[in-house]
């Protein structure tokens, strides 16, 4: 599959103009591993060390939309990896997008990707407890599985902000959008089937 395919792909199944835009403007083969890239633009996740992958651009695709991302928003990725989905908010928001991610090389190497980027920030750090100092945030997204979401994290949501993480049931994740609504959080959508790696908690 090369670019315009996978791009045709996603338009087939219904994403808005926004996000293909934005996976159009961000080469994905410049966030995986050189011996990977003749496989950029498959539609499935690949490794990109430390146990990590890059997920499917389809599973990104149903992220973002969950998102309901606008320009100016303020967004908190936790569990950021090789920084790809960072430069697709960067893409459509056009503000500040803030990263963590626990493992070393893996930030290191996503700040070495994202290095023309002036908006947005990684952090090398546990993302268990959020990003304190730059909340509220008008979007939160866990890029990694939980069996529950922190309510640490959930506190750093502005009020009717949105926060998407992949969320432990039967059969693997369910993806779930929390939209908060002064001190309620309200799940807004749960969407079943996806597989995602371990939210990495040490």
Not at 60 to 83: D, F, T, Y
């Amino acid at each position: 599959m090369n670019k315009s395919q996978l791009l045709k792909s996603l338009k087939n199944k219904g994403f808005s103009k926004q996000i293909l835009d934005a996976f159009s403007e961000v080469p994905r083969k410049n966030f995986i591993p050189e011996n990977l890239k003749p496989r950029a633009y498959e539609d499935t996740a690949l490794p990109i060390g430390k146990g990590q992958t890059i997920s499917q651009p389809y599973t990104i695709a149903v992220m973002l939309q969950l998102l309901e991302l606008k320009q100016k928003n303020k967004v908190l990725e936790i569990g950021s990896g090789c920084g790809y989905v960072l430069a697709l908010i960067s893409q459509i928001t056009k503000s500040k997008v803030y990263g963590i991610e626990i493992i070393k090389e893996l930030a290191e190497k996503s700040k070495q990707n994202l290095k023309d980027y002036e908006n947005i920030k990684i952090y090398n750090k546990n993302g268990a407890n959020g990003l304190k100092e730059h909340s509220p945030y008008d979007k939160i997204l866990i890029s990694a599985a939980c069996k529950e979401i922190p309510k640490i994290i959930l506190n750093q949501l502005k009020n009717n902000g949105i926060l998407v993480a992949p969320v432990d049931s039967d059969y693997g994740q369910d993806l779930v959008a929390i939209h908060r609504r002064g001190d309620k959080f309200i799940e807004k959508q749960r969407i079943p089937g996806f597989v995602f790696v371990r939210f990495v908690n040490n």
